[in-house]
T-cell receptor, first 116, second 113 residues
Framework: KAGVTQTPRYLIKTRGQQVTLSCSPI?????VSWYQQTPGQGLQFLFE???????NKGNFPGRFSGRQFSNSRSEMNVSTLELGDSALYLC???????????????FGPGTRLTVL | DAKTTQPNSMESNEEEPVHLPCNHS???????IHWYRQLPSQGPEYVIH???SNVNNRMASLAIAEDRKSSTLILHRATLRDAAVYYC??????????????FGTGTRLTIIP
């Protein structure tokens, strides 16, 4: 089975621009979560989507948004980029549903976003 | 979310056992203790989880204190590939919901050849 894939792997943007990152979960996984990793704040939860609905949200401003498609693929968008948005953005998928009692999260390699 | 305390860093010699401690004194009765690790330039990966009893898998063992306020991840024979940041994460498990992982600062494990 293919793992979680994220595109692009690297991205350079300038302040004020917007960016869209993509995540393809493992086949059959319906839950997709997004995390931001920075040297100062570490790994922080952004949001989680399940069946195209956002179920959980971290403490980030409204400039950070996401969505999930019917095939479970997910995108996250950051508008009006700030220098502090430079980070590694990680996506994780998990198998959630009837009959699953443990939901191990499988992480992708991340998208490295640099804001100049 | 329960707060965790882990040493910032640890070193171990290759092929020797490593004991990585974690304090989680505010853990709730329904929280499982998860361990994830992040190898250099990769996303985190699952290592092991447990509730009350000690647990073993092919990667590691997890020893949980009787009062559940602390746990220890044991790598029985560390290799260079085990050099990573290790995160201890209390987390509820359910069929529907709470996929959120709350990462602390973790322990950076260095393996000395």
């Amino acid at each position: 089975k293919a793992g979680v894939t994220q595109t692009p792997r690297y991205l350079i943007k300038t302040r004020g621009q917007q960016v869209t990152l993509s995540c393809s979960p493992i086949s059959g996984h319906r839950s997709v979560s997004w995390y931001q990793q920075t040297p100062g704040q570490g790994l922080q939860f952004l949001f989680e989507y399940f069946s195209e609905t956002q179920r959980n949200k971290g403490n980030f401003p409204g400039r950070f948004s996401g969505r999930q498609f019917s095939n479970s693929r997910s995108e996250m968008n950051v508008s009006t980029l700030e220098l502090g948005d430079s980070a590694l953005y990680l996506c994780a998928s998990s198998l959630v549903g009837e009959g699953t009692t443990y939901n191990e999260q499988f992480f992708g390699p991340g998208t490295r976003l640099t804001v100049l | 979310d329960a707060k965790t305390t882990q040493p910032n860093s640890m070193e171990s010699n290759e092929e020797e056992p490593v004991h990585l401690p974690c304090n989680h004194s505010t853990i709730s009765g329904t929280d499982y203790i998860h361990w994830y690790r992040q190898l250099p330039s990769q996303g985190p990966e699952y290592v092991i989880h447990g509730l009350t009893s000690n647990v073993n898998n092919r990667m590691a063992s997890l020893a949980i204190a009787e009062d559940r306020k602390s746990s220890t991840l044991i790598l029985h024979r560390a290799t260079l590939r085990d050099a990573a940041v290790y995160y201890c994460i209390p987390r509820k498990i359910s069929n529907f919901g709470n996929e959120k992982l709350t990462f602390g600062t973790g322990t950076r494990l260095t393996i000395i050849p």
